[in-house]
């Protein structure tokens, strides 16, 4: 077969346009056809068309300007690939995910980001990691929507909330993921925040809960919640009492993470608290390579966004709206 020529001048236009004829748009629809659908290469459609692979790669060009090939770059269901890429680049997260949510209920926004959450500890648990689940609501559902785990060990970093806790607490949380892994689950068998520094450190030296502890420095990965402080925002804010909210609030608190407390500035804040409450720290926080933070509504956006700048979390799963108001969109 004769091969065409390579250098054949295009058809002008009256403005200097290139006029497509039929015969050309009619060409470049099956040489796209056949790579973009068949999967042949450029070798083979120019032997096919008696081309050469140059005049494949222009006819591929013409294909993408004419609007023959549209190309849609877009991540199936409810992520929003856009504002996900937006919202790492303007915190310097190591992943971000959006979620694109069909209601802004409490309950709603943590089904939907648990879900997802739970579809990504699937993904990026692997065989040998040390996971480390600090209790929250949120947390509550990606363990309930979570089927699998790689084989991990799994370790509570935080005590147990004494308050408007749902059926499923810390300790059952912890434990549901060594079951799905087959791991080992290090719980901790006491409550998140004690009446005052001696009774704090009296727990801490329990064989138990020592155990659990001594595996902070070796954690993987750990998720986290973001709270804000504000009622039935952060189930620490809940389980303090009002003079002590307010006392903490004057401190210039703003946000709250793992019971660690931040300002406007993304700075920890250090109270009586500190001292009182059975935790991983800020210092083995920072040393985890993986944090992932699960954090909803816009209620919260200010919270978020002190804690992201904290420096704390590599990673984020939220909603649409929060992201949109984090990155000014």
């Known amino acids: 077969m004769r091969q065409h020529d390579d250098t054949s001048p295009p058809h002008s236009g009256t403005e200097g346009q290139q006029v497509r004829g039929p015969a050309e748009l009619l060409m470049a629809a099956n040489v796209a056809r056949r790579f973009y659908l068949e999967g042949r290469s450029k070798v083979e459609i120019a032997e096919e068309f008696g081309l050469s692979r140059f005049k494949v790669a222009r006819i591929l060009d013409l294909a993408r300007e004419a609007g023959i090939v549209r190309i849609d770059i877009r991540v199936p269901g409810q992520i929003d690939a856009e504002l996900s890429g937006a919202l790492q680049t303007a915190y310097g997260l190591k992943r971000a995910i959006v979620v694109r949510t069909v209601s802004d209920s409490p309950d709603n926004l943590r089904s939907q980001i648990g879900t997802v959450a739970a579809d990504l500890l699937t993904e990026i648990v692997e065989d040998g990691d040390v996971l480390g689940l600090a209790w929250g609501r949120t947390l509550n559902v990606v363990l309930q929507a979570l089927t699998r785990l790689p084989r991990c060990t799994t370790v509570q970093i935080n005590g147990v909330y004494s308050q408007r806790v749902p059926s499923r607490g810390a300790v059952e949380t912890v434990k549901r993921a060594a079951e799905l892994s087959g791991g080992t689950a290090y719980p901790i068998y006491a409550p998140l925040i004690l009446p005052d520094p001696d009774t704090a450190q009296a727990l801490r030296a329990d064989p138990g809960i020592a155990t659990a502890f001594s595996w902070f420095s070796r954690l993987t990965k750990a998720v986290v919640s973001i709270g804000a402080w504000e ?16 006392a903490y609030r004057d401190l210039g608190v703003r946000a709250e993470m793992s019971t660690h407390l931040f300002d406007a500035e993304g700075q920890e804040v250090r109270t009586d608290l500190t001292d009182r409450v059975l935790t991983i720290s800020t210092e083995e926080l920072r040393q985890v390579p993986e944090v992932i933070a699960m954090a909803a509504g816009e209620e919260k956006v200010e919270a978020i966004d002190i804690v992201l700048r904290s420096g704390l979390v590599s990673t984020l799963v939220t909603d649409a709206a929060v992201a949109r108001r984090l990155v000014g969109g």
């Open 231 to 246: 009622e039935d925002l952060s189930t620490v804010y809940d389980a303090l009492d009002p003079v002590t909210r307010k």
